[in-house]
C-alpha cells in the first residue's frame, strides 16, 4: 500500500521521539526505508548485448540506477523523466532531507559557522554532499551540484573558507545549479568564500597610492569560469577587469554592522575611472555609484561567444564524451546564447541528442561516481559517518569533497584517476564484505528480486546485468564462468519476525566474492 507525503513526515516526527531510546540514525533508516528506499520484490535488469539506452541515461545523468529506478524510467519514458529532473522542486526529496538535516553547520550563518570547529565544518559538509549523491531522488540536480562545484572550485584549506563553503555551497552552487548561468557567476563574483579563496577581498585602489587591483579573482573569471584559457581575452583584459571588480570585500569581524555575513562594496577602495574590457567600454562613474562595474563585468564576459562555446564544451565533455562532437557543442553554445545562459535549455539537448546516446561506457567513472553507483546499485543503508570508511576511501581515491588545491577543480580525463584503482578494488571487495563500518547492503532482498540468491549461483549473469545495464560479452563469461562453483548447499532460512536474534539472511561467502569481482570488473568502472 503506497504511503502518502503527510505519513511519511508523522512518521518522521514519530521517529525523532523513538530515536532517544533507539538511536536517530536506526530510526531514520527504519523509517525510509518503510517509504521507499528499500529493494523492490522483482527487478528485471536489461539482457541485451549492449547497454540499455535507459541504464546509460541512469548512469551518466544521475548517480546511476537505485533498485527499481531502471523500471520506473521505462514505465515513464525518457524524456518524461529528463523533464522531471529538469524541474526538481516538483520531486519530492523528503526521504533524503531525512538523512541529511541532522548537519546544523549545513544551514548555519557565516557568523555562527565561526563557532564550529573546523573538523565539525568540513566532516558535515562532505557527509551532507555524499548523502545526497546517494539518497537524494533529485539525480540530476546533484549532478550539476558536483559539476558546478568542480568549475567554480573552492579549497577548504585556504584561509577561513572551511568557515564560508556553506553559505557559498547553498547560496551560490545550490541555489542556481539548474538556473541561469550569469546569475551563478554572478553570485560566485561576490561570495565570500570565493572572496577568500582567490583574494578578491584585498581589491583595492586608494586614491593617491601606487595600489594596483589584484587580479587573482580577474584571471580566473576569465580562464576557468567564463571564455576559457583560449577564449581570446588578453593580459589588458584581466587588469580591466580587476578594476571593475576593486572595492569589493568581505569581514566577518566588523563592528556595529548589520551585515556581517554578506560581502559590501567599498567605494574609496574602487577605481571608478573608464575600462575597456574585451572591447567594451565601462564609463566612468561617481565613486558612490560605481559598485555597478560588477554587474556590467559579468554582462561582457557572460555574453561572450566564447563563453558560450568554452561552457558547451564542459558540459558535453562531463555527459558525452572527453572529445566532444563538434557539432554538439555547436548546438548547445547557441542555445547558451539564444537563452542569455539558460542551464536546463542546453541540458535537454545534451541528454536528448544521438551523441549522448550512442557514447554509452566510455567515460571512466570518477571516484565518486564509481562508489555513489556501487551504493546506489545495491540499495545501501548508510548515514556516512564522520571519519567512516566512505569518506577515507573518497580520500584514498584522491576524491576528497572540496579539497583539490587549485582552482581548476577535479578533472574529468582518466589519466590522473588511473593511480588509485586499488583503492576501489579494496572499496568493492571490503562493502559486498561487510566491513565497511556503517554501511549495511541488502544483498539477499536484491539477489531474490534478481532471481539469483545462492541456492542459484549459476544465476550469476544477473547481478552482472544489473550491475552493468548489459548481459555479460563471450570474452566477460568465459573469464568469470569458470570462477562460479555450483553449490547444493539450501539457502537460509529467511529471519522470522518473532526471532529477532537470529542473523539476518545473507548471500555467501563465495557468492560476495564474485560480486565484489562485478564491482571491481572494467566494465563497471565506466558509465
Same mark, same amino acid.
Not at 493 to 513: F, G, I, V
Given at each position: 500500500?503506497?504511503?502518502?507525503?503527510?505519513?511519511?513526515?508523522?512518521?518522521?516526527?514519530?521517529?525523532?521521539?523513538?530515536?532517544?531510546?533507539?538511536?536517530?540514525? #536506526?530510526?531514520?533508516?527504519?523509517?525510509? #526505508?518503510?517509504?521507499?528506499?528499500?529493494?523492490?520484490?522483482?527487478?528485471?535488469?536489461?539482457?541485451?548485448?549492449?547497454?540499455?539506452?535507459?541504464?546509460?541515461?541512469?548512469?551518466?545523468?544521475?548517480?546511476?540506477?537505485?533498485?527499481?529506478? *531502471?523500471?520506473?524510467?521505462?514505465?515513464?519514458?525518457?524524456?518524461?523523466?529528463?523533464?522531471?529532473?529538469?524541474?526538481?522542486?516538483?520531486?519530492?526529496?523528503?526521504?533524503?532531507?531525512?538523512?541529511?538535516?541532522?548537519?546544523?553547520?549545513?544551514?548555519?550563518?557565516?557568523?555562527?559557522?565561526?563557532?564550529?570547529?573546523?573538523?565539525?565544518?568540513?566532516?558535515?559538509?562532505?557527509?551532507?554532499?555524499?548523502?545526497?549523491?546517494?539518497?537524494?531522488?533529485? #539525480?540530476?540536480?546533484?549532478?550539476?551540484?558536483?559539476?558546478?562545484?568542480?568549475?567554480?572550485?573552492?579549497?577548504?584549506?585556504?584561509?577561513?573558507?572551511?568557515?564560508?563553503?556553506?553559505?557559498?555551497?547553498?547560496?551560490?552552487?545550490?541555489?542556481?545549479?539548474?538556473?541561469?548561468?550569469?546569475?551563478?557567476?554572478?553570485?560566485?563574483?561576490?561570495?565570500?568564500?570565493?572572496?577568500?579563496?582567490?583574494?578578491?577581498?584585498?581589491?583595492?585602489?586608494?586614491?593617491?597610492?601606487?595600489?594596483?587591483?589584484?587580479?587573482?579573482?580577474?584571471?580566473?573569471?576569465?580562464?576557468?569560469?567564463? *571564455?576559457?584559457?583560449?577564449?581570446?581575452?588578453? #593580459?589588458?583584459?584581466?587588469?580591466?577587469?580587476?578594476?571593475?571588480?576593486?572595492?569589493?570585500?568581505?569581514?566577518?569581524?566588523?563592528?556595529?554592522?548589520?551585515?556581517?555575513?554578506?560581502?559590501?562594496?567599498?567605494?574609496?577602495?574602487?577605481?571608478?575611472?573608464?575600462?575597456?574590457?574585451?572591447?567594451?567600454?565601462?564609463?566612468?562613474?561617481?565613486?558612490?555609484?560605481?559598485?555597478?562595474?560588477?554587474?556590467?563585468?559579468?554582462?561582457?564576459?557572460?555574453?561572450?561567444?566564447?563563453?558560450?562555446?568554452?561552457?558547451?564544451?564542459?558540459?558535453?565533455?562531463?555527459?558525452?564524451?572527453?572529445?566532444?562532437?563538434?557539432?554538439?557543442?555547436?548546438?548547445?553554445?547557441?542555445?547558451?546564447?539564444?537563452?542569455?545562459?539558460?542551464?536546463?535549455?542546453?541540458?535537454?539537448?545534451?541528454?536528448?541528442?544521438?551523441?549522448?546516446?550512442?557514447?554509452?561506457?566510455?567515460?571512466?567513472?570518477?571516484?565518486?561516481?564509481?562508489?555513489?553507483?556501487?551504493?546506489?546499485?545495491?540499495?545501501?543503508?548508510?548515514?556516512?559517518?564522520?571519519?567512516?570508511?566512505?569518506?577515507?576511501?573518497?580520500?584514498?581515491?584522491?576524491?576528497?569533497?572540496?579539497?583539490?588545491?587549485?582552482?581548476?577543480?577535479?578533472?574529468?580525463?582518466?589519466?590522473?584517476?588511473?593511480?588509485?584503482?586499488?583503492?576501489?578494488?579494496?572499496?568493492?571487495?571490503?562493502?559486498?564484505?561487510?566491513?565497511?563500518?556503517?554501511?549495511?547492503?541488502?544483498?539477499?532482498?536484491?539477489?531474490?528480486?534478481?532471481?539469483?540468491?545462492?541456492?542459484?549461483?549459476?544465476?550469476?549473469?544477473?547481478?552482472?546485468?544489473?550491475?552493468?545495464?548489459?548481459?555479460?560479452?563471450?570474452?566477460?563469461?568465459?573469464?568469470?564462468?569458470?570462477?562460479?562453483?555450483?553449490?547444493?548447499?539450501?539457502?537460509?532460512?529467511?529471519?522470522?519476525?518473532?526471532?529477532?536474534?537470529?542473523?539476518?539472511?545473507? *548471500?555467501?561467502?563465495?557468492?560476495?566474492?564474485?560480486?565484489?569481482?562485478?564491482?571491481?570488473?572494467?566494465?563497471?568502472?565506466?558509465?
Amino acid at each position: 500500500m503506497p504511503h502518502s507525503r503527510r505519513q511519511l513526515l508523522q512518521s518522521l516526527a514519530l521517529g525523532s521521539g523513538a530515536a532517544l531510546f533507539t538511536g536517530c540514525e #536506526q530510526a531514520v533508516t527504519r523509517i525510509t #526505508q518503510q517509504f521507499g528506499q528499500s529493494v523492490p520484490a522483482q527487478l528485471n535488469p536489461p539482457a541485451n548485448a549492449e547497454i540499455d539506452p535507459d541504464f546509460h541515461l541512469l548512469s551518466r545523468a544521475a548517480y546511476g540506477a537505485w533498485p527499481g529506478e *531502471l523500471e520506473r524510467l521505462k514505465a515513464m519514458g525518457r524524456e518524461a523523466w529528463i523533464e522531471e529532473q529538469l524541474d526538481p522542486e516538483s520531486i519530492d526529496d523528503t526521504l533524503c532531507e531525512a538523512r541529511v538535516n541532522w548537519f546544523e553547520s549545513i544551514r548555519t550563518s557565516i557568523s555562527d559557522a565561526y563557532d564550529y570547529r573546523k573538523e565539525v565544518l568540513r566532516d558535515e559538509l562532505t557527509r551532507h554532499a555524499l548523502l545526497r549523491a546517494l539518497y537524494s531522488q533529485r #539525480q540530476l540536480f546533484e549532478v550539476m551540484v558536483e559539476f558546478w562545484g568542480d568549475h567554480l572550485n573552492i579549497d577548504l584549506e585556504k584561509g577561513d573558507c572551511v568557515y564560508l563553503k556553506p553559505t557559498d555551497d547553498s547560496a551560490v552552487i545550490r541555489r542556481h545549479a539548474l538556473g541561469n548561468f550569469h546569475d551563478l557567476i554572478r553570485a560566485s563574483a561576490t561570495s565570500p568564500a570565493m572572496l577568500v579563496y582567490l583574494d578578491g577581498k584585498s581589491n583595492k585602489v586608494r586614491k593617491n597610492t601606487d595600489d594596483k587591483p589584484n587580479e587573482n579573482y580577474a584571471r580566473e573569471l576569465m580562464e576557468l569560469h567564463t *571564455l576559457g584559457v583560449h577564449g581570446g581575452y588578453t #593580459q589588458e583584459d584581466v587588469s580591466e577587469a580587476a578594476r571593475c571588480l576593486s572595492g569589493w570585500t568581505f569581514e566577518p569581524k566588523r563592528l556595529l554592522a548589520l551585515n556581517v555575513d554578506e560581502p559590501f562594496f567599498r567605494p574609496e577602495w574602487h577605481d571608478a575611472g573608464e575600462k575597456v574590457v574585451l572591447g567594451i567600454t565601462v564609463s566612468a562613474k561617481a565613486k558612490d555609484e560605481s559598485a555597478s562595474d560588477l554587474d556590467a563585468l559579468v554582462r561582457i564576459v557572460c555574453s561572450h561567444p566564447s563563453t558560450a562555446k568554452f561552457i558547451a564544451t564542459k558540459l558535453c565533455r562531463r555527459f558525452v564524451a572527453y572529445e566532444p562532437p563538434a557539432e554538439l557543442i555547436e548546438r548547445v553554445a547557441a542555445e547558451f546564447s539564444r537563452t542569455a545562459g539558460a542551464i536546463k535549455p542546453m541540458l535537454r539537448i545534451i541528454l536528448n541528442s544521438e551523441e549522448f546516446a550512442s557514447a554509452r561506457g566510455t567515460l571512466l567513472k570518477r571516484p565518486l561516481r564509481y562508489m555513489v553507483t556501487a551504493l546506489r546499485a545495491l540499495g545501501a543503508d548508510t548515514h556516512a559517518h564522520a571519519n567512516g570508511p566512505l569518506v577515507q576511501y573518497l580520500g584514498r581515491m584522491g576524491h576528497g569533497f572540496f579539497q583539490y588545491p587549485t582552482p581548476d577543480g577535479y578533472p574529468d580525463e582518466e589519466a590522473p584517476w588511473m593511480g588509485t584503482l586499488m583503492w576501489r578494488w579494496n572499496f568493492a571487495l571490503g562493502l559486498v564484505d561487510g566491513k565497511l563500518y556503517g554501511v549495511s547492503l541488502p544483498l539477499w532482498q536484491l539477489g531474490k528480486a534478481l532471481q539469483a540468491t545462492p541456492d542459484n549461483l549459476a544465476a550469476w549473469p544477473r547481478w552482472f546485468e544489473h550491475l552493468h545495464g548489459r548481459a555479460p560479452s563471450e570474452a566477460e563469461y568465459a573469464a568469470i564462468a569458470p570462477l562460479v562453483i555450483e553449490t547444493s548447499e539450501s539457502a537460509p532460512e529467511l529471519e522470522h519476525p518473532k526471532r529477532p536474534r537470529k542473523p539476518s539472511p545473507d *548471500l555467501d561467502a563465495q557468492h560476495k566474492e564474485l560480486l565484489g569481482m562485478l564491482l571491481a570488473s572494467p566494465a563497471f568502472q565506466r558509465c
